[in-house]
């Protein structure tokens, strides 16, 4: 499944503006599902149909949309300057490059800074897109930009900007092609806006849905580096993650025992996962209304919110077994 | 119906020494059911976990009778595993404590079995002195087992807590590691009791709510699930001590304390108020500026808006596990939102509107 | 003037009763519906014109509330303690006048004679616990009977004209908002279901705009603002967030929302096509009711149009009264034109 994972971390679409990748989406998953609708948030929502005797509506999601930038101010010169959509570190940036959806690419410098040893602030960097002036510079404020970074293997592993969440979008794509069985319950696979910014896409969506359960498909850190930004229990190459509690949430215990139970079932390797900071759209889908049952299973990931996100492929095809494995032996509480 | 009187002392032993840290709160929903039991027609757990007790009004209505939703929340804060370390555990917080209070603390680590703990603290001797606070992360468990021992009976996710018996610092002053919020508990079985003795018009939703400490997240969900006319959050204040700002403490002992705010109803303040002083009932006042840290923040935005009111309980030491109440105020809390309730009738609801509201009370 | 009257009137977050009865008793006639919810909301709805298919539903928001200050108690020599309401910037506190409560008692926030303070301390900000307001009161009982702790106040700042074409006064976050809102009323009604709605609290976290949402369901809405203004010189090329004199700001994105891109770009070009001049408001800066609004439900597109406003959140802004018109000939435009069809995904 390398080729969709590429197709799918390589597309554009930074929160708010995910209109290209949802395209790309759709055109890959309409012929797998019975009915297909975007809302108002933006959404993309795909209902496979279940046997239906149950009655019963899982919620699958998995954010499309990326952390990117919006140009805030062009100078009078051609710099431009822009705003974080989600959470941009900008140390990850300097040096780097970001692609506008128009086409143009720019590369991210940075004015001096008082204190060489401090980490600088967003608003010390600025872009260089070849201009000479306000009048000659292809982007305007508003126009928005994504990281530039094109798939690689490193060994086993893939790296990538967009692994957070593209690679969630790939393994739902993957679930649908290998779903052979019919699910007793309706399953709505939702490619969700705006998680970056606040998890706002599964807000109206979960509303809108109103599931029974919700599983979200996305990534969490590590602690298998050198000196980890914090340490954690989770490597790469162990297997998915099975959240247990992150800031967002506590996963719903029986839902977390579902995810352990087909795991240990199907012999797919895994591992268990507290998320000190961080949430994914579970957070959101477990809130909705009245409160949904809700779990994650995470894909452990290498320098989240970097260009070069890395992921390790083998997990991959294993989240992609576990999620098949719980949709077709749905349990419900 | 009970016959005897409830031992509320008893009951806030039991209630702050069962476990529930936020998520899994099974074992205190058990203790808080049977509390419950004897005063409600229908108990039922919601899909977040929230306990909620119905205890119906002889209002007209039927199903639709008018609602109050009184929520204090069982969840507790408490310690979670991340990583098993050469036989030693590594954990971080659900909730949120100061760190400073978990060196030297005993512990349960709810693992394969309920293993006794100690939160290590490394000598000063060799430490060296520091002003420095040890950080969460570099903090751990210590069970005694061999690596191998440990390795097989925790494992990631596993929940621990503090261990601290209830201990009586006096005649009304109680000390224990969940008094936030399982006073608040204490409170509504108290008015549950009374309200088994008194008429009341209205249906009264007691619930005992999950996940405060993580977010709101149980009374998020079971407010829209419950829908209820007005909402009462019963919650513990910043009770008078050292380092406590007088314009943020409430008194232990002096009665509980009703909050004025953005995030109150007026008129749901002006009801406590003046059933407080009709009953003779001490109580004080609790100014707060915007959506307050408790389950009132979220009920307030339910829906299309619920008017809500918020009654503190004094508690000293908040967020330790020597957590300090009043008997007293607890019981006062209890018999202020039965006054409260046998009070309401089939008229509230049109007093509950925003026409004379200017500035401040009348 | 109507603007005039909302900016003096008392308002803080959860405490708009003056103001909304100042908008009340001028548009209760001119609306189908006018409900005041639980959380002090004034939602009302104005009928479409013509017959036919179910017609678009437009909501358009402005909040009554404005930032101050609630008393929280009284100290032994009758000094009044208080909290903020909202984001005052403790610069800005320290000797200005307030009314408060009820009986909207005058008063002053004092600080330490300037002979008191060192040079060090002179470089601080005194924070707005280390400040008290005097009302004049003898002991702690004096200032209770006048001031109980709990009660709301605000500055005591009066609307006037400024400079050229300006205007100045408090509460302009968002009475401007609120005057628009009421024009737009009676420019109405429209061949769409209109229903405007004047929000509270929402400086305390866009409190009131998510419980309205939830009733209304809008397809799309409005927010009506005035928004933050610091077209001063400044030494860097790095533009400002709005300027003064250049017509509404139109959001992109803020704090709380990303707007709907072909919504944004739909009332720029209305703004075009009606010769009105307008501006997007710099991207990643401040928030508004829209952050609640367009989440709530099943979500709506949301868009802020902003007054600019010099000094917001002080006890007194400037507004220029040509971008006030502009405001509501601009937003009357986009209402009318606006389309599913031209917004969706």
């Not at chain 1, 008082?114 to 260089?128: F, G, H, I, R, S």
């Not at chain 2, 909730?95 to 512990?107: I, S």
């Not at chain 2, 996940?211 to 009374?219: D, F, H, I, P, T």
């Not at chain 2, 020597?322 to 309730?341: F, H, M, N, P, Q």
Request: charged residues 25%; contains cysteine.
């Amino acid at each position: 499944m390398k080729d969709i994972i590429k197709k799918m971390v390589e597309g554009f679409g930074p929160s708010g503006f995910e209109d290209s990748i949802r395209a790309a989406i759709r055109d890959e998953i309409q012929p797998l599902v019975d009915e297909i609708r975007v809302d108002a948030m933006g959404n993309l929502i795909a209902l496979k149909k279940g046997t239906g005797h149950d009655g019963k509506k899982i919620m699958v999601a998995a954010h499309m949309d990326e952390i990117g930038a919006m140009v805030s101010y062009v100078d009078k010169k051609g710099f431009v300057r822009f705003t974080n959509l989600g959470g941009v570190v900008p140390i990850f940036e300097v040096g780097g490059r970001m692609r506008f959806e128009n086409g143009t690419i720019g590369v991210i410098a940075m004015e001096k800074l008082e204190d060489p040893k401090k980490a600088p602030e967003l608003e010390k960097l600025y872009v260089d897109v070849g201009a000479t002036s306000r009048d000659d510079c292809p982007v305007n404020v508003g126009d928005v930009a994504c990281f530039l970074q094109p798939m690689v293997e490193l060994g086993p592993c893939l790296a990538s900007k967009a692994m957070d969440d593209r690679v969630g979008c790939a393994i739902m794509i993957q679930a649908l092609r290998d779903m052979k069985t019919k699910p007793a319950a309706d399953i709505y696979f939702v490619f969700t806006t705006q998680e970056e910014v606040g998890l706002r896409g599964a807000t109206t969506g979960a509303f809108g849905i109103n599931p029974d359960v919700g599983i979200a498909i996305d990534v969490t850190g590590t602690g298998d580096t050198p000196e980890p930004a914090r340490k954690m229990a989770v490597s790469i190459g162990a297997g998915p993650a099975i959240k247990i509690k992150d800031s967002g949430m506590v996963v719903t215990p029986w839902v977390k025992d579902w995810m352990i139970d087909v795991a240990t079932a199907q012999k797919i390797p895994f591992q268990l996962e507290v998320l000190v900071g961080g949430a994914t759209d579970a957070a959101a889908i477990q809130k909705s209304r009245a409160g949904v049952a809700a779990g994650c299973i995470s894909i452990p990931c290498r320098y989240i919110h970097s260009p070069s996100e890395t992921v390790s492929y083998a997990d991959v095809l294993n989240s992609v077994k576990l999620l098949v494995g719980m949709l077709e032996r749905p349990v419900f509480n | 119906m009970k016959d005897e009187p409830m031992d509320v002392k008893a009951l806030l032993k039991s209630l702050s020494e069962a476990c529930g840290v936020s998520g899994y709160e099974d074992e205190v929903r058990g203790v808080i059911r049977q509390a419950f039991e004897p005063y409600c027609d229908e108990i039922r757990v919601d899909t977040m976990g929230n306990l909620i007790g119905l205890k119906k009004g002889s209002g007209k209505g039927g199903a639709r009778r008018k609602r109050v939703m009184l929520a204090g929340h069982m969840d507790e804060i408490g310690l979670m595993v991340t990583e098993i370390d050469q036989g030693f555990i590594r954990f971080t917080q659900v909730g949120g404590y100061d760190t400073r209070v978990l060196p030297a603390q005993a512990v349960t680590v709810f693992g394969r079995e309920r293993l006794p703990g100690i939160i290590a603290s490394v000598p000063p001797h060799v430490s060296g002195s520091s002003d420095k606070s040890t950080p969460m992360d570099e903090l751990y468990v210590d069970v005694g087992l061999s690596e191998s021992q440990v390795n097989k009976l925790a494992r990631v996710g596993d929940l621990i807590t503090l261990d601290r018996p209830c201990v009586e610092l006096s005649d009304d002053l109680l000390c224990g590691k969940a008094f936030d919020d399982r006073a608040s508990v204490a409170a509504i079985v108290t008015c549950l009791e009374i309200l088994s003795q008194t008429a009341h018009e209205w249906d009264v939703y007691a619930v005992a709510t999950v996940q405060e400490e993580v977010g709101l997240r149980g009374a998020t969900t079971g407010a829209f699930g419950i829908a209820p006319d007005l909402g009462i959050a019963i919650d513990v204040g910043f009770g008078k001590q050292p380092g406590v700002k007088e314009k943020f403490a409430i008194i232990l002992g002096k009665g509980p304390a009703l909050a004025r705010g953005p995030n109150i109803h007026p008129k749901l303040f002006a009801g406590l108020k003046a059933t407080a002083e009709k009953f003779e009932i001490p109580y004080q006042v609790e100014v707060t500026s915007g959506g307050t840290g408790t389950d009132a923040n979220a009920i307030q935005l339910t829906r299309d808006g619920i008017p809500t009111g918020l009654i503190s309980i004094p508690e000293r030491n908040m967020h330790t596990p020597v957590e300090t109440i009043s008997i007293k105020d607890v019981e006062r809390t209890g018999r202020l939102l039965a006054c409260y309730i046998a009070g309401l009738d089939a008229d509230t609801m049109g007093q509950f509107v925003w026409d004379d509201d200017n500035g401040g009370e009348k | 003037m109507m603007l005039e009257k909302l900016s003096n009137a008392f308002g803080p977050s959860g405490c708009e009763g003056d103001v909304r009865r100042i908008v009340i008793s001028d548009i209760k006639s001119r609306v189908d519906e006018l409900t005041v919810d639980h959380l002090g909301n004034v939602i009302c709805r104005m009928k479409a014109t013509g017959r036919g298919k179910k017609p678009l539903r437009i909501m358009a928001a402005a909040h009554l509330d404005e930032v101050g200050m609630i008393i929280t108690h009284a100290d032994d020599d009758g000094f009044l303690h208080f909290d903020k309401i909202g984001g005052i910037d403790d610069r800005i506190l320290p000797a200005k006048g307030v009314v408060i409560g009820a009986g909207k008692v005058p008063g002053v926030i004092i600080a330490k004679p300037v002979h008191l303070t060192s040079a060090e301390e002179r470089g601080k900000v005194i924070s707005h616990d280390d400040l008290v307001i005097d009302i004049g009161a003898a002991n702690k009982d004096a200032a209770v009977k006048k001031c109980a702790p709990g009660d709301y106040a605000t500055f005591d700042t009066r609307f006037r004209r400024f400079g050229r074409g300006l205007v100045a006064g408090k509460a302009f976050d968002d009475r401007v908002g609120c005057a628009v809102l009421i024009e737009l009323i009676k420019r109405g009604p429209y061949p769409f279901e209109f229903c405007p709605v004047f929000t509270t609290m929402e400086e305390v976290g866009l409190r009131g705009a998510k419980v309205a949402a939830f009733k209304v369901r809008p397809d799309i809405a409005l927010v009506l603002e005035s928004t933050i203004c610091e077209d001063s010189p400044k030494e860097k090329d790095r533009g400002s967030v709005t300027a003064i004199g250049k017509g509404p700001a139109l959001s992109l994105a803020d704090r709380g929302l990303i707007v709907n891109r072909k919504l944004v770009r739909f009332a720029a070009r209305r703004a075009a096509a009606l010769g009105v001049p307008c501006q997007f408001k710099q991207p990643g800066i401040g928030g508004t009711d829209g952050g609640a609004i367009h989440k709530e439900g099943e979500g709506a597109p949301t868009l802020p149009v902003s007054v600019p406003a010099r000094y917001i959140h002080s006890p007194m802004a400037v507004i220029s009264l040509r971008d006030f018109h502009h405001t509501i000939d601009l937003a009357e435009d986009v209402m009318r034109h606006v389309t599913l069809a031209d917004i969706q995904p």
